[in-house]
Structures are given as structure tokens and as C-alpha cells.
């Protein structure tokens, strides 16, 4: 039997490469953004046209390459990073695996433009399908200068299952995020299609995060700094007041490398406490540098994932330091006893020596009474009326003096029932059938069936309510608008304009007039007729496109998903109470829609039970 195993060739070695290491457009800015930073650039381009899949172009300032570096940067597992493998466990740099042009390069059109600074030309090379179409001298700026055009040109499968352009330029905006909050000393822009969306100037970290969430980011941070002989924590956290129902502006960083990590998120979690409303997450930067011996980053091609020498105590720190950030900046409760009045203040507290010495020398002045005197009765009297209140309508009397044997001191409660005769069903008010709703913890209504009840999820059968009303609406354009009197300006962080954008047509057409004002801003002239909302219009839309954003990457169209996240803004919450009309219309709407039976987000809008079901609970 002949042999059957052999060597791949390096072109399918390179796509299977790509495979793990080139998954989407943001995939490459990731790993050009790196390379630039690991050149010593100070100053970092990027240009993309069509979310990525057109072209996504980095130009920096770096150091640039010679001739042979140029050409071999192509080659797979070729590196300047590392030289052995002691130095894998000790990485400085960004990238280091040889891995990310020779994959790029396999899926893609490449063109390299770079020059080094002592260099009179530099070199300009064409790559396609890993194999070189072009190598040659040329003029360009000292730097480097790389495009990637039609990313999986030569992959169909790949390039059908990448997403729309708006999810897509989502995941570039994230790693781009990432990346410059992380080097705040370096100069970043981003264009897209001939528009700049970010323009990030050199600054400090909060400056920076600012730049990047938003002018209303600075009221919202708290910083956090702890440096010890193993590690240094530094980076701002949220106050929990701003915290959102969606995850997203959640940052680790380790060595400035970004990471992801649930065990260290739930330490931030845990330092929150009882702080945050429920189902809610805390924005977040958080920068731990520590030596690179404790860290192994070579886990994962993307190496978004680490190993620590010793996770639990990283965790440790990391509570500890946030908890005391929140008591700094009294945002939890000191106990702090020089500052809040203390016990000793009290006057039911006081030393007794104290209290025998004042109304001594009340008494050899002739003064009746002394101030403290006085605070203490009008203490206690006001003590009595609170609990002559709790117990009203209950008649407290002595035992003793009606029943002989009973012993000293006993006391018996009784209140107004006491004398009230035994529970009949005279009036048949017991056994006439309830036919009426009720709600259950302000969460559930209750409703009698024949054969037994329902139970609705009141905000889940609101929701399909009004998903299935605003898709209605979504396909029309006759939406009734109320204009404003006085048109409001609502701003955006300068991430989010792309999304907002996309959505401004549609939620026009559910009734709001909604235009744009400026880079950033954003003016409403008008809301829907009927729309009951209780919050602002900036609240209002922050939540929308949070809720939109949380939907992107699942298969449904933009219409859906509008619908969906207005439905989910606009519904009646869980613990708001209703009254028996509202309960009943509630009911009848719900079951009028086309899919009652289910939420926009696949739940259970109700559950019934049969009576005969319940009889077997009872008898087991």
C-alpha cells in the first residue's frame, strides 16, 4: 500500500492558519493594529471602506522594514518578536507568533508600502493567495503603509458567512476601541468610507475614554490604583448608577494586552455587592501589569486568553481595590467612626458619669431641667406614639384579674377579631366562581379558567403585544407623529452614530422624527402619538441602540431587530402594578396576537394549569 501521508503546501497550510487566526475584517485590524504599535509608531491610520470587506488599510509611523524583512514578514511562523523559546515566557510585545500577514496574505489581496526612516526608497510588495504578483522599489513616506483588499476573495464559503456591514463594522470599532484605549500616548484615527469617525489625539487614559464613550463618560468614573510588590492595578470602574442591562464597555487589560475574563469579571461583580441593580453590568477599564513570567498569553491564536500563575489572588486584589475605590468616593457607606457621629453621641448612649455631672450643675444653677432632659422626653414620647401606632386596633389587658390561675405577669394579646363570629358562606361569597384577574408580585397576573387558571408574564406578553404593533408599523409610512414644541438635541458616543444611522429610518417610521444635527448630535422634532414612554428621548434612544446592539449579532433582519428592542424599551416592567381594566386589556391583546404563546425573545408570555394537575400536587 503506498504512502499516504504528506506536507501540506503552504498556501492550503496558510488558509487553515487563516481559519483560526482571520475570522472577520476586525480580525485584521486587530493584527495590523498590533504590528503597528510593536514598530514604535506614534501616530496609527486606519481606513476602511464597506466594514472591512472592501478594504481595511493601516498606515503608521513606525520604524519600517528593509527589503528582505518586507518579504519575509510573509513567510509563515517568520518573527522578529521571539528568538527562542525561554522568550515565550517573557513577551513585551503585542504580537509574537509569525502567524498574521502569512494568513492574511492567503485570503486576501495584500499591497506593503514601507520604508525605514535612514532609508532614501522603500519597498512595495503584492501579494495574492500567498503568492507574490509584485516585488519592487518605490517612494513612500518612512513608515508602513498596508492594505488588505477583498478579504476571502478566493474563500466564498468564508466571505457568505460574514455578517452585514453594520455587525461587522461593530466588531472593527470594538477591536479599535480596545486597542486605543489601551495606548492612550498614541495618535489613532479611523475612517470609514471617506468619513472619520474617531479622531483621538494624545492624551491620559480618561481622557481617552471620554474621547472614545462619550463627553458624558467623565461624571460616571471612579478611578482605581493599587500597586503592590506582585502587581499594579490601575483604570477606572462605573458608578453603579450608570451601569447598563448590556455588556460592552467591560475592559481588561494585562500588560496592555486586551483579555477576556469571566472569573475576573465576577471579582468585579462581587466588589459591587448589593450596588447594582439586578441583571446589570458596571462599565469598566481595568490595567494589570505584572511580571511576565506569572502570565502565560500563548493559549489562543487570538490571545485574547491568559493563564495566571496564581488567578485567585489577582482576584483578590482586584475586589479589594475596587471595593476601596467605592468607599473613597463614598459611593458605599463608610464606618468610619471620626467622622460619623458616634455612639457616645446619642443621648440614649451616654456615659452616665456625663449625665449625673450636667444635672448636677443644672441643679446649682436652680435650672428645673437640663437641655438633655428635655431631648430625652421628647425621645421617648415620640418612641411611645410609633408603638401605641403598631399596635392600633389590638387591646392589650391582664389576664390575672379575669382568670385565677393564670400566672403573674401574663399578658394576653387581642385584637379587633377576637370577638368577630366564625367564617360561614351565608352570603356565598365563598363559593360564588372568581372570574376576575389579579396580579401576583406585580410580576404575574392571574387569571381563572374553566379548568383551571393562566398565568401571564406580564412584561414578556407586553412585549409580544407591542413587537408584533411596531412590525405592523415598520411596514407602513402613515405612523401618527406628535411634534414638539420645543425640539430636543440628544448626543451619542461617536461608536454608536454608524448604528443610529442605520436605525433612523426605520424608527421614523414608528412615529418619531428624529434628524441629524451635527458629527454627533442628533435633534427630535417629534415622538409617536400613542407612545406612553416615561423616559426622555436621550434615555430613550441610549437604551434602544444598547438593546439593538445586544441583537446584532443574532440572524434576524434590522426590522426585527428594531421592533424587538423597541418592543423590550416600551413594555410594561416586571413589578409595576396594574389595575383590573389594564389586566383585562392586557389579556385580550395578547391573546389577539398572531403568536401569543411566545416572547420576541423566545419566552413563555403564559403557563396554564389544569385542575387536575393541581389535585395530584395536593394528594401526591
Known amino acids: 500500500m503506498a504512502d499516504v501521508i504528506q506536507l501540506l503546501p503552504d498556501a492550503i497550510a496558510n488558509q487553515i492558519a487563516a481559519g483560526e487566526?482571520?475570522?472577520?475584517?476586525?480580525?485584521?485590524?486587530?493584527?495590523?493594529l498590533e504590528n503597528a504599535i510593536d514598530a514604535g509608531s506614534t501616530q496609527i491610520k486606519l481606513i476602511v471602506k464597506d466594514a472591512g470587506k472592501a478594504l481595511v488599510q493601516i498606515i503608521d509611523n513606525g520604524c519600517g522594514m528593509s527589503e528582505t524583512d518586507a518579504r519575509m514578514s510573509f513567510e509563515r511562523h517568520a518573527t522578529s518578536k521571539i528568538k527562542k523559546s525561554?522568550?515565550?515566557?517573557?513577551?513585551?510585545?503585542?504580537?509574537?507568533?509569525?502567524e498574521a500577514l502569512a494568513s492574511i496574505a492567503a485570503v486576501a489581496q495584500v499591497e506593503l508600502k514601507t520604508r525605514r526612516q535612514a532609508d532614501e526608497l522603500g519597498t512595495r510588495i503584492v501579494i495574492e493567495a500567498s503568492t507574490v504578483q509584485t516585488q519592487e522599489a518605490c517612494q513612500c513616506t518612512a513608515g508602513t503603509s498596508i492594505s488588505i483588499k477583498n478579504l476571502f476573495f478566493n474563500v466564498p464559503a468564508r466571505r457568505k458567512f460574514l455578517k452585514s456591514n453594520t455587525v461587522e463594522m461593530r466588531h472593527i470599532i470594538d477591536e479599535f476601541q480596545r486597542i486605543a484605549i489601551a495606548h492612550p500616548d498614541i495618535f489613532f484615527s479611523l475612517h470609514h468610507n471617506n468619513t472619520e469617525i474617531f479622531h483621538l489625539t494624545i492624551g491620559n487614559l480618561r481622557q481617552r475614554l471620554v474621547n472614545i464613550w462619550g463627553n458624558t463618560t467623565n461624571k460616571k468614573l471612579v478611578p482605581i490604583t493599587e500597586e503592590t510588590d506582585i502587581l499594579k492595578l490601575y483604570g477606572f470602574i462605573g458608578k453603579p448608577e450608570f451601569a447598563k442591562k448590556t455588556r460592552g464597555e467591560q475592559l481588561f487589560f494585562v500588560n496592555k494586552r486586551f483579555i477576556k475574563s469571566g472569573y475576573l469579571h465576577h471579582a468585579v461583580v462581587a466588589a459591587y455587592e448589593d450596588l447594582l441593580p439586578k441583571d446589570s453590568h458596571p462599565l469598566y477599564a481595568i490595567f494589570i501589569e505584572m511580571d511576565t513570567t506569572k502570565i502565560d498569553i500563548n493559549v489562543h491564536p487570538t490571545k485574547q486568553e491568559i493563564k495566571f500563575d496564581d488567578e485567585r489572588l489577582v482576584y483578590n486584589y482586584l475586589k479589594v481595590t475596587i471595593r476601596h475605590a467605592l468607599g473613597q468616593h463614598s459611593i458605599i457607606p463608610s464606618l468610619d467612626f471620626d467622622q460619623e457621629m458616634s455612639f457616645s453621641q446619642l443621648p440614649s448612649f451616654s456615659n452616665s458619669q456625663e449625665r449625673s455631672q450636667v444635672q448636677a450643675s443644672n441643679n446649682s444653677e436652680g435650672t428645673s431641667s437640663s437641655g438633655y432632659t428635655k431631648q430625652t422626653n421628647?425621645?421617648?414620647?415620640?418612641?411611645?406614639?410609633n408603638w401605641r401606632k403598631l399596635y392600633d386596633g389590638v387591646e392589650l389587658f391582664d389576664e390575672k384579674s379575669n382568670d385565677p390561675d393564670a400566672p403573674d405577669g401574663s399578658i394576653t394579646i387581642e385584637s379587633n377579631w377576637s370577638n368577630s363570629p366564625e367564617l360561614d358562606d351565608a352570603q356565598k361569597s365563598f363559593?360564588?366562581?372568581?372570574?376576575?384577574?389579579?396580579?401576583?408580585?406585580?410580576?404575574y397576573i392571574v387569571s381563572p379558567l374553566k379548568s383551571g387558571f393562566v398565568l401571564i408574564d406580564q412584561q414578556a406578553a407586553h412585549e409580544r403585544i407591542l413587537y408584533e404593533k411596531y412590525l405592523v408599523l415598520l411596514g407602513k409610512s402613515d405612523s401618527v407623529t406628535q411634534k414638539q414644541l420645543f425640539p430636543k438635541n440628544i448626543t451619542v458616543p461617536t461608536a454608536d452614530i454608524p448604528i443610529l444611522k442605520d436605525m433612523l429610518p426605520n424608527i421614523n417610521q414608528l412615529g418619531f422624527d428624529i434628524q441629524e444635527f451635527g458629527q454627533d448630535a442628533f435633534v427630535v422634532h417629534g415622538i409617536p402619538a400613542d407612545w406612553q414612554g416615561q423616559m426622555d428621548e436621550q434615555t430613550v434612544i441610549e437604551q434602544l441602540i444598547e438593546q439593538y446592539k445586544a441583537n446584532l449579532d443574532l440572524d434576524i433582519g434590522i426590522l426585527e431587530n428594531i421592533a424587538q428592542s423597541m418592543s423590550r424599551q416600551g413594555s410594561i416592567k416586571k413589578g409595576q402594578s396594574l389595575t383590573e381594566p389594564?389586566?383585562?386589556?392586557?389579556?385580550?391583546?395578547l391573546?389577539?396576537?398572531?403568536?401569543?404563546?411566545?416572547?420576541?425573545?423566545g419566552g413563555n408570555c403564559f403557563i396554564t394549569f389544569e385542575l387536575d394537575d393541581l389535585e395530584r400536587q395536593f394528594n401526591g
Open 21 to 32: 487566526v482571520i475570522q472577520r475584517p476586525a480580525s485584521l485590524v486587530k493584527e495590523l
Open 378 to 385: 421628647q425621645l421617648e414620647a415620640s418612641n411611645l406614639k
Open 86 to 98: 525561554a522568550d515565550l515566557f517573557a513577551i513585551h510585545t503585542m504580537g509574537f507568533r509569525g
Open 582 to 589: 389594564e389586566m383585562r386589556q392586557l389579556i385580550d391583546q
Open 591 to 601: 391573546f389577539a396576537c398572531e403568536i401569543p404563546y411566545k416572547s420576541p425573545t
Open 431 to 443: 363559593s360564588s366562581p372568581q372570574t376576575k384577574p389579579y396580579q401576583l408580585h406585580s410580576r
